[in-house]
């Protein structure tokens, strides 16, 4: 990771060199020396970088944490929690709203009072989705009781992280840690640090893990860990923990100035700048606080007397240091990227007021101001601008505005954008040319399409404009897909690349009626939409012809964390279609490890080196899974073989309006992800198909068709004759990995076979 190393020159201290790094790589090598024994992660940007380096050095051998790829963020904090459980060290990072969507489990790892470190990287909340970097997500983590350090640069984020785990252990705390640091900003950009040259340096200062407490593996002193208590009993432990989140305090001072003696750095509960004197202030968590202090510094040259107050750790709450902080300071302005919506001011700012309350001999005026939002930069003027709001009130002696937003920008009406693709509906999709027709014998469809040609006249669902890749395969695959649906639809497009491309505000590529929702709940999401429009319709609240198709795009990974909202819309048989892109990864952040990733393949967090040999086990078959739950059609299909996928979707929209919910998978191509050409997508999929790892066929009411039998048509051909088109994969053939392709031979051909089974014996 390093570029650069030099040894600090003060030889009293522990050696350590410098070098350039980012946050994420700061946080990845101190989890990486200090040696976790687990960390269970889910890719989400900005934090998604901390797996993917600590995969890397994984490949390397430089370190031996167990990395677990969970199913969502949920299930991540479920592992993290579960490993703590046992006395491991646990680590995990996230951010915005998959911290929201583990936040259910935080609290019970602080409640039971297990140690672990997280990195928080900060990221706004959706929605709409913004993935750049504020605090809205951090402030959702107020109240799980876990103890929070905030960093303003990449060496604090590497510092913090060392002082976090032995806070965390700590026999008078033990409670989890969040290191919050600014996504985009700390966590990206490249800064002079130091670190520790050894980890021996770094496992010496945090020690051994404490001994001596429950664990759920002691056979010999066995615990009951996470009994339902009654209120007299959580009033008890709920105490218990408040005070142990108040005893943290005073632990980190003292884990603080152990830290500082071995470093040379120093890490105040309040980092002021040349507050002793000052007038007017600021009060600004991380990176702000940094881009704050050259504006103290000129505004000093100019006689006026101002400084930067930002918290090292907020929670516990440094209020007394605050109060002291502030004692003669006449005007305070709190900026905070976010808000707390109604509350005439966001979190901190009334946690400061709350504090100076209790100094009936402080008079500091305090004013709040949200700024940054959705990662929008700060600057010198910007802080200039907050100081002289902060000058005006303490040279009036009242504030005008107590409340309110930095950085709006409204609109001018005589910009308005006009519309520039007249929306299509009703009879530009229906071409009349696609029959689909009932057996009444056999029960099930008889589909008759046109030559292809006939077909290219018909609209696109999707305008030109879009921001996908070179050579992606979604945008060809679902177009050829929806030249089988008639008629309107209504499309939802979860979080994925197909929706982040065709969506940037205020621009969309949309033709259709578009939502979006995020990747757990999309299906459940657009199940509420058709049951609403069916209910609105009966009751005759509104004139639309019943004819719609509702479709929901998923992709990226998305039937991984997404799939227990699936099969639950799938049991409730609702008349809607999801059809899956699969282009084997999660690419929307940045080319991870997806469940639907297929065994030995290469992606940023199934590393290939002398230790590993990319993903370690075999690719779930959402298809069948989807098959047991018994909805009416299942399918697969790829744009390789178009009037197969024609057919298929054909038949998909008459099951969705007729009778219930279809699942479907289709294989698109994705050069980055797969490193291959742009132009070989078409002969990968059909190598994909040929060879039998992608086979194409039906489950239509319960009974398997295979659609197209490349050995029945004499076109089988080796899994390594796939495999040898993709970067990704070309490790595999190699000679010391021959035992991985055998594996993954095997049951490809076992799946195959178990397919053709089925195919054979209606039911099975």
């Known amino acids: 990771m390093a570029m650069t190393e030099k040894k600090v020159q003060d030889q009293s201290k522990a050696v350590q060199i410098s070098t350039f790094e980012s946050g994420n790589e700061m946080a990845a090598m101190a989890a990486a020396q200090i040696n976790y024994h687990v960390m269970g992660y889910f890719p989400i940007t900005p934090s998604t970088e901390v797996a993917q380096y600590l995969d890397m050095m994984k490949a390397k051998g430089l370190h031996d944490i167990e990395l677990i790829a969970a199913d969502g963020e949920h299930g991540s904090a479920g592992i993290c929690f579960g490993a703590a459980t046992t006395g491991a060290r646990v680590f995990n990072a996230t951010s915005a709203n998959g911290f929201l969507y583990m936040i259910e489990q935080l609290p019970v790892q602080s409640g039971l009072r297990f140690p672990m470190v997280m990195n928080l990287v900060t990221r706004a909340v959706s929605g709409p989705l913004d993935i750049r970097g504020d605090h809205s997500d951090l402030y959702y983590g107020l109240n799980t009781g876990w103890v929070i350090l905030t960093a303003r640069t990449p060496q604090a984020v590497y510092d913090m992280n060392l002082i976090a785990l032995k806070l965390s252990e700590h026999k008078d705390v033990r409670l989890p840690v969040i290191v919050a640091y600014d996504g985009f900003y700390t966590s990206h950009q490249k800064r002079k640090v130091n670190l520790f040259r050894d980890r021996e340096t770094v496992q010496a200062f945090v020690g051994e ?19 339902h208590m009654n209120g007299d009993d959580l009033m008890n432990n709920h105490f218990q923990q408040s005070e142990a989140l108040y005893k943290a305090y005073d632990v980190y001072e003292e884990v603080a100035a152990e830290y500082a003696a071995l470093s040379g750095r120093h890490y105040d509960v309040l980092d002021l700048y040349k507050m002793d004197d000052a007038d007017v202030a600021l009060f600004l968590l991380n990176s702000a606080a940094e881009s704050s202090k050259d504006v103290v510094d000129r505004l000093r040259a100019k006689g006026i007397r101002a400084g930067v107050i930002s918290p090292n750790i907020i929670r516990p709450f440094p209020a007394e240091d605050i109060r002291v902080a502030l004692k003669h300071v006449k005007a305070l302005l709190v900026a905070e990227r976010a808000d707390s919506f109604g509350a005439n001011g966001a979190n901190l700012t009334h946690e400061v007021k709350s504090a100076l309350q209790e100094d009936p001999d402080n008079h500091t005026l305090v004013l709040s101001r949200v700024f940054g939002l959705g990662g929008k930069d700060f600057y010198p003027d910007d802080a200039q601008a907050f100081f002289d709001m902060a000058i005006d009130a303490a040279n009036k002696g009242i504030i005008d505005k107590p409340f309110d937003y930095y950085g709006i920008q409204p609109g001018a009406p005589e910009k308005k954008l006009e519309q520039v693709i007249e929306p299509m509906t009703g009879d530009t999709y229906k071409t009349g040319l696609i029959n689909v027709t009932e057996d009444a014998e056999t029960n099930k469809l008889k589909v008759r399409i046109p030559p292809l040609r006939q077909l290219t006249g018909k609209p696109k669902r999707f305008a030109s404009g879009h921001g996908a890749c070179p050579g992606c395969g979604i945008f060809p695959g679902l177009e050829l897909f929806f030249k089988g649906i008639e008629g309107d639809a209504v499309i939802l497009f979860h979080t994925g690349c197909g929706y982040v491309v065709t969506t940037a505000y205020p621009y969309s590529s949309h033709k259709q009626p578009f939502l979006h929702n995020l990747f757990q709940n999309g299906p459940a999401t657009l199940s509420g939409t058709l049951e609403a429009f069916f209910e609105m319709k009966e009751r005759g609240e509104i004139e639309i012809d019943e004819d719609f198709t509702f479709v929901m795009i998923t992709g990226d990974g998305g039937m991984d964390i997404g799939m227990g909202s699936a099969i639950g819309t799938a049991l409730r048989n609702h008349k809607m279609i999801i059809l899956e892109y699969d282009n084997e990864g999660y690419m929307n952040t940045g080319s991870q490890m997806s469940y639907s990733t297929p065994l030995g393949h290469m992606t940023s967090t199934t590393s290939v080196g002398k230790a590993k040999q990319g993903k370690p086990f075999h690719h779930k078959d959402t298809a069948q899974i989807m098959a047991s739950t018994n909805i009416p059609y299942v399918f697969t299909g790829t744009e390789a073989y178009p009037q197969d996928l024609i057919k298929k979707a054909a038949k998909a929209q008459w099951y969705a309006q007729n009778v219930g919910m279809v699942y ?11 490193k291959s050409a742009d132009r070989d997508g078409e002969k990968i999929m059909k190598a994909a198909v040929e060879s039998c790892f992608f086979p194409l066929y039906e489950v239509e009411r319960g009974e398997t068709t295979i659609t197209y039998d490349p050995e029945a048509k004499k076109k089988r051909i080796e899994l390594s004759e796939w495999l040898q088109y993709m970067g990704k994969t070309k490790h595999m053939l190699k000679e010391e990995n021959k035992d991985m392709l ?23």
């Open 742 to 764: 055998q594996e993954f031979e095997t049951e490809v051909e076992r799946r195959w076979k178990t397919l053709k089974v089925k195919h054979d014996t209606p039911f099975i």
């Open 209 to 227: 893990p404490p001994k001596g407490f429950p664990v759920s593996i002691d056979k010999e002193k066995t615990v009951t860990i996470g009994a």
């Open 664 to 674: 479907g998978k289709i294989l698109i191509t994705c050069p980055l992800n797969w």
